[in-house]
């Protein structure tokens, strides 16, 4: 497919075809999923929020999950602008740091509470007596706080990468995923 492409467009290398992915793929795929995302997480939360009740843990942890999910989306278009821009940043360090570390700290809280939901639900079928107990809301209160945590504690030393010794001079680069890669090759 590489090959096709390649003598379609007549690149040069790989390269090339890689910066074309990431300025228009990366873009209308992000853009994409900033539309449905938003869309439907803010209809799950206000049915939610307004048609469902009695509250239970696992009604909980489902609009934990869709505000994890609107949390996430609402980062898209910081990386719309990003790679439609030719992964040139001017919004500065502070925004570079902020964004990439909301978009994995609800990447993951999503992930989380993904499982959180998963765990109860394995619950509920293997004691099926114990029902009443496992959707009590203090379960799901629990498991949301330990969702948004667990997620902190693994994304923060992605906003905080002054702890490293890292110096990243932004405003000379333009760059922002290189934060990315700098990070992760310091701590291997």
């Known amino acids: 497919v590489v090959k096709i492409i390649n003598l379609y467009f007549e690149f040069d290398s790989c390269t090339d075809l890689e910066v074309l992915l990431k300025r228009y793929y990366l873009s209308v795929a992000y853009g994409v999923i900033f539309v449905v995302g938003l869309v439907g997480n803010i209809t799950s939360i206000g049915i939610y929020l307004t048609k469902l009740r009695p509250w239970k843990s696992s ?97 923060t030393p992605m906003f905080e990468c002054n702890q490293y010794g890292l110096t990243f001079p932004l405003i000379l680069s333009h760059s922002c995923a290189k934060f990315l890669h700098v990070l992760n090759a310091t701590r291997l």
Not at 67 to 72: A, K, N, P, R
Not at 102 to 109: E, P, R
């Open 59 to 155: 009604s909980i942890i489902m609009v934990n999950l869709a505000l994890t999910d609107l949390f996430y989306v609402l980062s898209m278009p910081f990386l719309v602008y990003y790679y439609s821009n030719g992964e040139s940043w001017m919004l500065g360090d502070f925004m570079c740091r902020f964004v990439r570390f909301a978009f994995h700290f609800h990447l993951y809280g999503s992930i989380l509470s993904l499982s959180c939901v998963a765990v109860f639900r394995f619950l509920v079928v293997i004691q099926p007596l114990r029902v009443v107990e496992v959707q009590q809301k203090v379960w799901g209160i629990v498991a949301c706080l330990v969702v948004w945590i667990v997620s902190a504690a693994e994304v």
